[in-house]
């Protein structure tokens, strides 16, 4: 199976575990970090189906868009486990996926992306 493929699997697997874990979040940060978190996560895995979907500088675009929505993901990660709506746990699993979902977005970037 290719990376392509792999990154898929592993954003998709990565989405299905975040969301049920954030309506645990405050109500209170329903509307604010909570909604930007989820919207990080799904604009990643929307954003690689559309790569998939082009060619050339299009591929390119949209994969360089899918690496900026993970850098987000990562900070409001980040930011959830230092206010402590994560365990340390989840918070080593988050990681680990998303750490996992990077590689796989760089090899695939620098099979596409001139100079990644």
Same mark, same amino acid.
């Given at each position: 199976m290719s990376d392509e493929m792999v990154i898929f699997t592993r954003s998709y697997d990565f989405v299905s575990w975040l969301i049920p874990l954030t309506m645990?979040?405050? =109500?209170?940060?329903?509307? /604010? /970090?909570?909604?930007? &978190?989820? *919207?990080?996560? &799904? @604009?990643?895995?929307? &954003? /690689? !189906?559309? *790569? @998939? *979907?082009q060619r050339g500088v299009q591929r390119s675009e949209k994969l360089r868009a899918a690496d900026a929505e993970l850098l987000k993901t990562r900070l409001y990660l980040r930011l959830c486990q230092k206010w =402590?709506?994560?365990? @340390? +746990?989840?918070? =080593?699993h988050?990681?680990?996926? !998303? *750490?996992?979902? +990077?590689?796989l977005l760089g090899g695939w970037m620098k099979s596409v992306v001139p100079g990644s």
């Open positions: 645990d979040f405050p =109500k209170s940060q329903r509307f /604010i /970090i909570t909604k930007r &978190l989820q *919207a990080c996560a &799904l @604009n990643f895995q929307e &954003l /690689i !189906v559309e *790569a @998939n *979907a =402590k709506w994560m365990t @340390n +746990g989840q918070y =080593k988050a990681s680990d996926m !998303v *750490a996992e979902i +990077g590689r």
